[in-house]
Every structure is written in C-alpha cells, then in structure tokens.
T-cell receptor, first 116, second 112 residues
Framework: KNQVEQSPQSLIILEGKNCTLQ??????????LRWYKQDTGRGPVSLTI?????NTKSNGRYTATLDADTKQSSLHITASQLSDSASYIC???????????????FGTGTQLKVEL | DSGVTQTPKHLITATGQRVTLRCSPR?????VYWYQQSLDQGLQFLIQ???????AKGNILERFSAQQFPDLHSELNLSSLELGDSALYFC???????????FGQGTRLTVV
C-alpha cells in the first residue's frame, strides 16, 4: 500500500531560525515527489518537485532533498519568516497504468509556526 | 495563480440540500482530483478522474458523486448534506506522466 509519512506533526520555531521537515514514503512505482505549502484556508501551492534522478532542488529559502534509495525526502527552510507559518505537505506521485494517469499519495502535513 | 479554477468560492446551505461544486482544470491537464479538508484536518482524497473516466476512489461517501465532462471540467455533487460535510473542497489537476498537481483555491462549504 502506498503511504507517505511526515514528521514532525507540528513545529514551532523562532523567526530567523532554520528548520527541516521530513517525509518518508513507500510509493511505487515512483514518479516524482512534490512539497506543497498550504496557508490556512487556501489551496496548496507547489514549492518543489523532484524526479528520481534529482537529489536536491531549491526555491528561494526552501531546499528539498530526495534520497530515492532510502525513500526519504526533507524540506529545509532557511532564515524562517513569520510568513512561513503554514502546513507543509509532501506528495508522492506513482506512475499509473498505461494511459491511466498518475496516482498521488499525500502526507498528513507538518504544521509550522514561526514566532517572534 | 495555479490555473485551476473552482466555483463558487463560498457556499452556505441547509442540511438535507444538494450542491454542485465546479472545477476547471489547467489547460491540457487530463486528470482532476477532488479533496475534502475539514477544519484543522489534512487533505482527504475523494476521487480522481482521468480524461472523463473515474480513475481512483478514496474516502468518498455514497451521498457524493463526481463526473468529468468532455471539455475536462469536473463537478462534485454533494447531496443530503449534513453538518459534518462543512469543509473546504479542493480540486487539483495534473498532466499525465508525472507532472504533479496544481490546486485550485477551494470552495468553502458551510452546512447550517
């Protein structure tokens, strides 16, 4: 069964500090892994997407890593800001059947709060 | 702007009623996904359509149904509404071949 587990469930950090969120998955056959940021009451917004051959991808202060061998990914946030307070969701895509499209498996998210 | 459009943005209705939520995917995307997000909960996958056909089903109640039309827009029908159906309903779309998914801004449904 395809599963995506994220840790920690929630995290509180001080503004300006760094943090790392984890995502472990058992999804096969693996297509890609995407990190989303979801502000309260808004739709998730894609931060990074990585395929099997990519092991790191940056988007401003966000850097995602992927270890396809251990099926682990992390999202590192540098110099956190108050606006980083949100839920961060890891989504892993599995190749679908021929002509059937991909299947997505969502993690339950890490709730990040950045405080002064 | 993700390119995925959901209407309406807000909906308030009474218990027992039926509503229809609409989603227009990004141009060229064949897959449409529907998700429910209750207060302080994660995204719960409801159903996926691919090029007009049901592709995968998640935790979708029998009172709920969906379809994808030839122009690829999709509708989620919720009937016999209960208070517990109050939630944000998100639509996402993706291309075939691993493009990931782009989300709309959601429809906030309040059942009173």
């Amino acid at each position: 069964k395809n599963q995506v587990e994220q840790s920690p469930q929630s995290l509180i950090i001080l503004e300006g500090k760094n943090c790392t969120l984890q995502c472990n998955y058992t999804v096969s056959p693996f297509s890609n892994l995407r990190w989303y940021k979801q502000d309260t009451g808004r739709g998730p917004v894609s931060l990074t997407i990585m395929t099997f051959s990519e092991n790191t991808k940056s988007n401003g202060r966000y850097t995602a890593t992927l270890d396809a061998d251990t099926k682990q990914s992390s999202l590192h946030i540098t110099a956190s800001q108050l606006s980083d307070s949100a839920s961060y969701i890891c989504v892993v895509s599995a190749w679908g059947l021929t002509g059937g499209g991909n299947k997505l498996t969502f993690g339950t998210g890490t709730q990040l709060k950045v405080e002064l | 702007d993700s390119g995925v459009t959901q209407t309406p943005k807000h909906l308030i209705t009474a218990t027992g009623q039926r509503v229809t939520l609409r989603c227009s995917p990004r141009s060229g995307d064949l897959s449409v996904y529907w998700y429910q997000q209750s207060l302080d909960q994660g995204l719960q996958f409801l159903i996926q359509y691919y090029n007009g056909e049901e592709r995968a089903k998640g935790n979708i109640l029998e009172r709920f149904s969906a379809q994808q039309f030839p122009d690829l827009h999709s509708e989620l029908n919720l009937s016999s509404l209960e208070l517990g159906d109050s939630a944000l309903y998100f639509c996402a779309s993706s291309v075939e071949g691993g493009g990931g998914a782009f989300f709309g801004q959601g429809t906030r449904l309040t059942v009173v």
